[in-house]
């Protein structure tokens, strides 16, 4: 099994960018933080997902253990020759240290840190011209991808709305946390030999082939 952690700004494209690896590769397994935090929940049928489930519904942080944990429980169901992409997890360094501990409980490791590197303007840019249905939270974007009716979803007619953390002034914090948290990964894992840079600028097909080729190879 081939781990990979996906690394990336805010509005860098790794949801798009995996989703796209997912379609074109069926040995890939695309799993982000938020995915196993809400299966968690549902299921509690294991010791780590019983420990997640219990944190949230204590308004609190599961910790990083539990969640490198929940982490593996994804990688046994995976084919052996497959490929576990992680998307969100981990965010620190902390984060980035436990899950090695819990990889190498599975005689397992990370294999690759691909980080898409994306220019601030460019991100303020995709971040701010999001839009989503007040109805249905399709996703549109004022110049990537219009509706085809200004203002309105093309699934259900619903009123086409800017969520809260895409105003300028929650996209500004959001980068300033990035940079001081999930930022700190890219020297961590470069100086693993592990760190993958891949410009993320460019259209979403054109990167998901960089990326694959560090991927699936």
């Known amino acids: 099994m081939k781990v990979v952690v996906l690394l990336g700004a805010p509005g860098s494209g790794k949801g798009t960018v995996a989703a796209l690896l997912v379609r074109r590769e069926p040995s890939v397994c695309h799993v982000s933080s938020g995915d196993l935090l809400r299966?968690?929940?549902?299921?509690?049928?294991?010791?780590?997902?019983?420990?997640?489930?219990?944190?949230?519904?204590?308004?609190?942080?599961?910790?990083?253990?539990?969640?490198?944990?929940?982490?593996?429980?994804?990688?046994?169901?995976?084919?052996?020759?497959?490929?576990?992409?992680?998307?969100?997890?981990?965010?620190?360094?902390?984060q980035a240290a436990a899950l090695e501990r819990e990889l190498a409980r599975e005689?397992?490791?990370?294999?690759?840190?691909?980080?898409?590197?994306?220019?601030?303007?460019?991100?303020?840019?995709?971040?701010?011209?999001?839009?989503?249905?007040?109805?249905?939270?399709?996703?549109?974007?004022?110049?990537?991808?219009?509706?085809?009716?200004?203002g309105q979803c093309d699934a259900c007619g619903g009123k086409l709305i800017q969520r809260e953390d895409d105003q300028p002034e929650r996209i500004a914090n959001r980068l300033v946390v990035y940079r001081e948290q999930t930022g700190a990964l890219i020297g961590w894992y470069e100086s693993r030999g592990l760190l993958v840079r891949v410009a993320g600028g460019e259209p979403s097909d054109a990167v998901a082939d960089r990326v694959a080729r560090t991927v699936v190879s």
Do not use: F
């Open 107 to 150: 005689n397992s490791r990370v294999s690759a840190a691909v980080w898409l590197d994306v220019p601030e303007d460019v991100l303020l840019a995709r971040l701010g011209g999001r839009r989503i249905c007040s109805q249905c939270a399709a996703g549109y974007h004022v110049e990537n991808m219009k509706p085809r009716v200004d």
């Open 39 to 94: 299966a968690a929940v549902k299921r509690s049928d294991t010791p780590a997902a019983r420990a997640a489930a219990e944190a949230m519904r204590r308004g609190e942080l599961v910790a990083d253990a539990v969640v490198g944990a929940l982490v593996v429980e994804r990688l046994r169901t995976c084919a052996p020759d497959g490929i576990l992409l992680l998307d969100g997890y981990p965010r620190n360094e902390q």
